[in-house]
């Protein structure tokens, strides 16, 4: 909505949560609002912001992928 998505990268809170407990949690973040008229994060957000936006702040190590 405020076109700040490219800007967001994912963070584990570890040790709270595994990253793998997160991840899950960002897939269904949707699911909070399901019911309302508050606006859904879109899916592709939701990858971009887990798997492709680091590569943005930390390009020497996403050339190594």
Same mark, same amino acid.
């Given at each position: 909505?405020?076109?700040?998505? /490219?800007?967001? #990268?994912?963070?584990?809170?570890?040790?709270? $949560?595994? $990253?793998?407990?997160?991840? $899950?949690?960002?897939?269904?973040?949707?699911?909070?609002?399901?019911?309302?008229?508050?606006?859904?994060?879109?899916?592709?957000? #939701?990858?971009?912001?887990?798997?492709?936006?680091?590569? /943005?702040?930390?390009?020497?190590?996403?050339?190594?992928?």
């Amino acid at each position: 909505e405020y076109g700040v998505g /490219h800007k967001l #990268i994912f963070g584990s809170d570890f040790p709270s $949560a595994t $990253a793998a407990q997160v991840i $899950a949690g960002q897939h269904k973040v949707n699911a909070i609002v399901d019911g309302t008229n508050l606006p859904k994060v879109p899916d592709d957000m #939701i990858h971009n912001m887990i798997y492709e936006n680091w590569k /943005h702040f930390l390009p020497e190590h996403a050339s190594s992928l």
